[in-house]
């Protein structure tokens, strides 16, 4: 299964963005009971996880996007949302989805979308 992560561009510092992961693949019972993360990779750096939100909605962020960034799922989709306000170009990456289990993404890398964070 990959993940198709969507909702990329440009956006000017300060600005918002929001992203969705398809997972149009997945079974909607599977969906219904996994964890879904987000990931971005910059340029020239590790890619490094972003937020995740279990089946129940409890959220995880990275402490850099915490107050910024809001993760959220339409179980009636099977999509997972990324919210992203106050955008600054250290933001800038390309954005990835995957399903996660024990805190580690289980797919493949999917293609992702790329966020540009410029003025």
């Known amino acids: 299964v990959q993940l198709q992560a969507s909702g990329g561009g440009l956006v000017q510092p300060g600005g918002s963005r929001r992203l969705s992961c398809a997972t149009s693949?997945?079974?909607?019972?599977?969906?219904?009971?996994?964890?879904m993360g987000w990931y971005r990779q910059a340029p020239g750096k590790q890619r490094e996880f972003v937020a995740s939100?279990?089946?129940?909605?409890?959220?995880n962020y990275l402490d850099s996007v915490k107050g910024r960034f809001t993760v959220s799922r339409d179980n009636s989709r099977k999509t997972v949302y990324l919210r992203m306000n106050s955008l600054q170009p250290e933001d800038t990456a390309v954005y990835y989805c995957?399903?996660?289990?024990?805190?580690?993404?289980?797919?493949?890398w999917g293609q992702g979308t790329l966020v540009t964070v410029s003025s």
């Open positions: 995957n399903q996660l289990s024990g805190g580690n993404p289980v797919w493949d």
């Open positions: 693949r997945m079974i909607f019972s599977v969906f219904m009971g996994v964890t």
């Open positions: 939100i279990t089946p129940s909605g409890a959220t």
